[in-house]
């Protein structure tokens, strides 16, 4: 029998909602209504039952390039400040989970979209208490976040359904131009727990989108956003994160491949653009990085059904 990640043992049956406290052969988690998952050879528990959205995620290509582009730490700023942001709302009174009688209950940090961990990864070492939990749906994503960190489990899951835990589970839960679900985060953060969103400032890579073809920014996305926060929760912060990237053709390629754009054009076909719009004998150029960062607490006045 393989060893399950303690982080992946804190999840609940997609099916009847029961603890996941049971063993299945040959490796994953059983619940009590006998309802069986797996969990991968690369060490992710797979709860994407057959009524899950036909959504495969990023290609095996795009996961790469993240891989690339990230470990050269052109986004290291945006990993430090989210690392300290969850930090502090852990520290602060009311931000960790209750305790049972003897016993310190881990400190659970949720990633939707997590792709290979790297931000969560960080987040979870500055806080030796903490548990990860990586959620995303492709399964090359899923096999980097299974090993990215000793105290992060990674799961897949439909975020656009009811979200495997229990009510006022999570003290962070984070996402990084991630999908969003806000009934089911408003649900799962426990009392001070701390909703940690990223979206793209109005010039991020904005030098690229046409070069590239990448996607641009909707307007009154931002005023979209406040609305749909308003009443599930309470914005404690806001603040943009800006600089300057100067990239290679090859951190070009990399950026592009590992959005949106990854799934329409491949690595040569982006290489081709670039070729197309870059003066002769240009080896860089500056981009424009630009993160809004919303730290935000769940409304006090809502009652969690």
């Not at 799934?263 to 993160?291: I, N």
Request: hydrophobic share 45%; net charge neutral; glycine share 10%.
């Amino acid at each position: 029998m393989a060893v399950i990640h303690p982080a992946l043992r804190l999840l609940r049956c997609p099916v009847c909602a029961a603890p996941l406290d049971g063993p299945a052969e040959p490796s994953g988690l059983r619940c009590g209504g006998g309802h069986a998952f797996d969990v991968e050879r690369s060490g992710y528990l797979n709860l994407r039952t057959g009524q899950a959205r036909r959504v495969t995620g990023d290609t095996a290509e795009m996961v790469q390039a993240r891989v690339d582009f990230l470990g050269r730490g052109h986004y290291a700023p945006l990993t430090a400040r989210l690392a300290r942001l969850a930090s502090l709302a852990m520290a602060s009174p009311g931000g960790a989970g209750p305790a049972g009688a003897g016993e310190v209950d881990p400190e659970l940090v949720l990633e939707i979209g997590a792709g290979t961990a790297h931000h969560l990864s960080a987040v979870v070492d500055a806080r030796p208490r903490a548990l990860g939990l990586a959620v995303d749906v492709s399964k090359p994503a899923l096999r980097r976040a299974a090993r990215a960190h000793a105290r992060i489990g990674a799961v897949a899951f439909d975020v656009a359904r009811p979200w495997p835990l229990p009510d006022r589970s999570v003290d962070v839960l984070l996402d990084v131009f991630a999908p969003r679900n806000l009934p089911e985060m408003r649900r799962l953060l426990r009392p001070g727990g701390a909703l940690l969103l990223v979206t793209p400032g109005d010039d991020h890579l904005a030098e690229l989108r046409g070069p590239l073809g990448l996607v641009g920014i909707h307007p009154g996305k931002r005023a979209r956003l406040a609305e749909d926060l308003a009443g599930r929760f309470t914005r404690l912060s806001s603040e943009t994160l800006t600089r300057t990237l100067r990239l290679g053709v090859d951190e070009l390629v990399e950026l592009a491949l590992m959005g949106p754009t990854g799934h329409h054009a491949d690595a040569a076909e982006l290489r081709r653009r670039l070729e197309a719009v870059l003066p002769a004998g240009c080896t860089a150029t500056e981009v424009t990085a630009s993160f809004v960062i919303d730290c935000a607490q769940g409304a006090a006045e809502m009652a969690v059904d």
